[in-house]
């Protein structure tokens, strides 16, 4: 996830996250769409944010396994990238609290993507239903801004394949959403709304 | 959407909406996801909150068509709650801010459901892609606590269907996004992800 704007120091207010911090608030909704569930954490999921909002860009590390301290709400989410940003990032990874790391990098500097498929969230894509989606395959998604021509080009060279998830442009936390449900439903194939385990919706 | 702890009034802190309004942070969630697009407002939503935390219950509709000074942050929203209860909540809908109205009552007191197929979102329900689902239905979700028996009683003698976003327990934000994403591919049958109109995804 890409936040072109967000800072890249703990000198917000969590008072005005949205005024004050170059948009960390659209990276702690991704957070949240990346691994709440209502009754715990999607331990399987990595989260790599991009933050490119003042000097060298820092790249922060949310890693399901053994994330704590989230919760479904904005500010505390923030409060835990505040935490993370005051470290002092260097080349090499630095825990924050649990599960999540700091470092100093750009997306060309991740080395996720040697792994599995790429995947590129743009407006023409292909349906995301419709695609042979790889379970450790790797999602990556622009702000309100987008990705770069550099950034696509990256993208390009990895063989990335661009995704879309519906009609309309969503948010990228919304498009989070709809590609976890779409892996979801393809864990349990024996129905089309799984069926193999307890469902429960709606709640929180 | 019922707020089952959801204050009924204006007396909490946006410091700590978790905290301290009987965690109205997840109506908040859910308003984001009923209605905000990358570049606009779904204007054909409405929402319905029922306030339970406190006294008689009170009810807020949040009218797309003519919503405004909604931004995608929880802060600016719940602020934007807060305002609607601080207004005397009478039984007739009182004029918060556009697009946003207030008044005394419960589920039980919505006229809503005269329109549309009414959906019930619970753990058991089938899968909502195989649905026939109404552009104009009503859809009603729980919060973290879920409906009462008798709220269940008056779904039921309402007919409402009982459907499922997806093979894992979600937070009601959650199940709104995939009901919307469900609805939005209706609308564009000639492609599975659209594609009669210009597609967008992944930014904000």
Chains 1, 2 share one sequence.
Do not use: Q
Not at 45 to 60: E, H, N, P, S
Not at 66 to 83: G, I, Q, V, W
Not at 106 to 122: K, Q
Not at 134 to 151: C, K, M, N, P, W
């Amino acid at each position: 996830m890409v936040g072109n704007l967000a800072t890249t120091t703990p000198d917000f207010s969590l008072e005005d996250i949205p005024g004050t911090s170059g948009r960390i608030d659209i990276l702690c909704r991704c957070i949240n769409s990346a691994f709440v569930l209502s009754h715990g954490i999607r331990r399987d999921v990595d989260a790599y944010l991009i933050l490119r909002g003042g000097g060298a860009a820092k790249t922060i590390h949310l890693r399901g396994r053994d994330l704590r301290h989230l919760n479904p709400d904005e500010r505390t989410t923030a409060a835990l990238l505040k935490k993370a940003l005051a470290l002092e990032a260097e080349s090499r990874w630095t825990k924050s609290t649990p599960g999540i790391f700091v470092r100093a990098g750009d997306l060309a500097d991740l080395s996720i993507f040697r792994g599995g498929t790429t995947y590129y969230l743009r407006e023409d894509g292909s349906d995301h239903r419709g695609l042979p989606l790889a379970r450790d395959g790797t999602f990556v998604l622009g702000d309100h801004i987008g990705l770069s021509e550099a950034d696509e080009a990256i993208l390009a060279g990895l063989g990335a394949e661009i995704v879309s998830v519906g009609p309309k442009s969503l948010h990228a936390d919304h498009c989070i959403v709809l590609i976890n449900n779409e892996l979801d439903r393809r864990e349990v194939p024996s129905h089309p709304a799984g069926g193999r385990e307890r469902r429960t919706n709606g709640d929180e």
